[in-house]
Every structure is written in C-alpha cells, then in structure tokens.
C-alpha cells in the first residue's frame, strides 16, 4: 500500500513553454501533498505543501507564479512549472500524506525536467 | 528548531564491511526519524523508521537506533552489497505540522 505515482517521469522542453507534473496517490486518500526539488548531489528542497481544497503554502524563495500547484482531489495534485527556463532544469519529487499516517510522507519516483 | 546533520560523504566500502553513516537532530517536541534511500534516476524509498526514543528501526540488514539522549539515528549495516550502493537521506518528521527535515544525503559506494 501507499504507492504515489508521478507522471511523467521524464520531460523536455524549449525555453518558454509550461509543463505540467502530476502526483497520484493510489491506494490513499492523500490529504496533504508536497513538492520538493532536487540538484544533482543535493538534498531535497521543499517548495510548497498543498492540501486537498485550498490553496499552497509555498516555502520562502519560492516564486508561486513560477510553479504552480493545485491539489484538487484526494488523489491528485499537479505542478505546473510555467514559462520555463534552463535553470528551472531540475528533479521534482511529489509526497503525499494521508491523515491516518502519523508523521510518514509518501514519495513519488520523481520527474526530471530538462529545459532546453 | 528542528534541523538534521548527517555525515558527509561520499563513502566507498568493500563488499562486506560494516557501514555506519552518522545522522543528528535537533528537535522540539518529539519527532519521528527517517532513513531513505535514493538510487540513481530514481525517487525516495523509505528504507527503516522509528517513532520514539529507543524505538529501532530495521529492514533489508540496516539498522538504526532512536537515541534521544544522544540526539542521534545512526544508519548501519554489518555486511554491505554492491547493490546498497545509493544515496542515503536521514530525516526528520515534526509531530507538529506538516514539514519535514531532510539531511544532505550521503553517497554510497560498494566495489566488489
């Protein structure tokens, strides 16, 4: 149990185009998502937590224009990185939580984005 | 506030010796403690936890010990394999909130 899929796994694209990472959970209601970045050799990042309904919480630094997140059911919640640009260039990893876990994320297997 | 330092790394072992990687925290309150593994390309996979003091973890060989004496969460394995070769990430879960707090990740590597 508790598996979390993101989808897709990997993608390219030009410079200025927007691109969409989805976050499933499958087998529980995951009430709380957060997305996380990763450069090569480091740890992961925190950029924002979601829960089901409302609006994101992003991590300072983070800009919420740039990375939108929506988390509209209990299952899914989506990143779009918008405009992006090489540097945007990074891994993306999605967790998920469900209420009857106590204090355990979820993770998925994570996107890598390549901005051309 | 809460905070987790691990041992930096890379670490290169021989198949076969014992592995320690050094995991601390601080906290308030009464965290849960974390051990993941991340293979090359690949996602996080939760490898062993612990919920409380004295609590030990394990799974796949790897241990680790909740010490809130020492503050620590150690990771180790007696008798590594080429395939244990990964990143490892020791990390904190607040009993408050939702955030998480992820140490830097130490490098692991298993030559035959």
């Known amino acids: 149990g508790a598996v979390v899929s993101q989808h897709p796994s990997r993608v390219i694209c030009k410079s200025g185009t927007s691109v969409k990472i989805e976050c499933r959970s499958l087998?529980?209601?995951?009430?709380?998502m957060f997305w996380y970045r990763q450069f090569p050799k480091q740890s992961l990042m925190l950029m924002a937590t979601?829960?089901?309904?409302?609006?994101?919480?992003?991590e300072q630094g983070v800009e919420k224009d740039k990375f939108l997140i929506n988390h509209a059911s209990l299952t899914l919640s989506t990143l779009t990185v918008t405009s992006a640009h090489p540097e945007d260039s990074s891994f993306y990893i999605c967790?998920?939580?469900?209420?009857?876990?106590?204090?355990?994320?979820?993770f998925g297997p994570g996107t890598r984005l390549t901005v051309l | 506030g809460n905070s987790v330092t691990q041992m930096e790394g890379p670490v290169t072992l021989s198949e076969e010796a014992f592995l320690t990687i050094n995991c601390t925290y601080t906290?308030?309150?009464?965290?849960?403690l974390f051990w993941y593994v991340q293979y090359p390309g690949e996602g996080l996979q939760l490898l062993l936890k612990?919920?409380?003091?004295?609590d030990k973890g394990s799974n796949k060989g790897f241990e680790a010990t909740y010490r809130k004496e020492t503050t620590s969460f150690h990771l180790e394995k007696g008798s590594v394999q080429v395939s244990d070769s990964a990143v490892y990430f020791c990390?904190?879960?607040?009993?408050?909130?939702?955030?998480?707090?992820f140490g830097t990740g130490t490098s692991l590597t298993v030559i035959p």
């Open positions: 612990a919920t409380k003091a004295d």
């Open positions: 990390a904190l879960g607040a009993n408050t909130g939702n955030q998480f707090y």
């Open positions: 979601s829960n089901e309904g409302s609006k994101a919480t992003y």
């Open positions: 906290a308030t309150g009464y965290p849960s």
């Open positions: 967790s998920a939580r469900g209420d009857n876990v106590l204090n355990e994320q979820f």
């Open positions: 087998d529980f209601q995951a009430t709380t």
